[in-house]
């Protein structure tokens, strides 16, 4: 990185740590948590289960490590969605795309050529890393979903989310955890 590319990567830098301010949203309105976790804290627990899940597997597991800690990084900028937010997942995505890319700009080019591969191989899954960390993404927030119940929030409400993760994850292993994970909330 050249002396002038600093200022930017510094940039990108602020703009991306607003991840650690920004609450899960589903948690806040369905749920009523009064200290959700951020998105920070999503992506990088999805990013923790990549590396482990990914190395047993032996999959790369520098791509889906780096792919869970960019899966959301758009929010930085449009804040959390839900999907009540934006009934048309083709808008979603567009908005998700061009915060991604207003974020990017910020780099220098050669970083942003490694990450806009990343963000496209996981938005369109075209490899097993990129479907397995999608399905990941569906399964921490199952594991967040328990964790809430377990400290008294509404199961009913966190239900739903639960629910949402079942019928997201194809993955057999995966699966299976999520059974587990039902049998203890």
Known sequence: MQPEDLPGFLDFLRE???LKK?????????????????????????ALMALILGGSRGLDTQRMTAMALIHD??????????PEDEQDPR???ELADE??????????????SNLALLWQ?????????????RELDKVEMALQAEEYGREGYNKAALAEFLS????????RELIQL????????
Do not use: C, I, N
């Open 16 to 18: 991306a740590g607003r």
């Open 99 to 112: 915060a991604f890319q207003r974020l990017l700009s910020l780099l220098p080019a050669p970083m942003r």
């Open 121 to 133: 191989e996981y938005q369109q899954s075209t490899t097993e890393e990129a479907q397995l960390v």
């Open 91 to 93: 808008r979603k995505r």
């Open 73 to 82: 990084l758009s929010e930085a900028v449009t804040g959390d969605l839900t």
């Open 22 to 46: 920004e609450r899960r949203r589903g948690w806040v309105v369905k749920v009523k948590v009064t200290d959700a976790e951020s998105v920070a804290d999503h992506s990088w627990r999805t």
């Open 178 to 185: 999520l059974h587990v994970l039902r049998g203890a909330s």
């Open 164 to 171: 949402h993760s079942e019928r997201s994850v194809r993955d």
